[in-house]
């Protein structure tokens, strides 16, 4: 008598093939999904380093104003504050912890499949 399993793969090889192709699916899914949170959190990475780099800029444009005109002037604080403030947040965007439910999905059906598989072993056994 054939365990359950190969019962069912020796009988109906086309369930077998829809069930790995829902595997398939369910692995491009979430792979697709994870990398659409990488490739965002790459690209705030990108924008914090420019906005970073213009802050540095800015700030060294409005020290030399500063000290040529001899006064200051709100503004020679204000406009390279407004560039670090944005590459503060890309920053924070691009350094927050990834989220934790990637590929939830594709481990809780394998861990449906493995007990499924353990009742069909359990009832064989009996």
């Known amino acids: 008598m054939l365990h359950p399993i190969f019962a ?3 009988g109906h090889p086309e369930l077998v093939a829809e069930h790995l192709a829902n595997y398939a699916a369910l692995v491009r899914q979430e792979s697709a999904q994870a990398g659409r949170g ?3 959190r790459l690209v705030a990475a990108l924008l ?10 800015l700030i060294g444009v409005a020290v030399l104003l500063g000290v040529m005109q001899g006064s200051f002037h709100w503004v020679l604080v204000a406009v390279p504050a407004v560039a670090v403030v944005i590459a503060l947040i890309f920053a924070w965007y691009a350094a927050r912890p990834a989220p934790g439910y990637a590929f939830d999905d594709l481990r809780s059906q394998l861990d449906a499949d493995l007990q499924a598989l353990r009742e069909a072993g359990a009832h064989h056994g009996r």
């Not at 914090?48 to 800029?57: E, Q």
């Open 8 to 10: 069912t793969v020796l």
């Open 48 to 57: 914090a380093v420019a906005s970073a780099t213009l802050a540095l800029g």
């Open 38 to 40: 990488l490739v965002a």
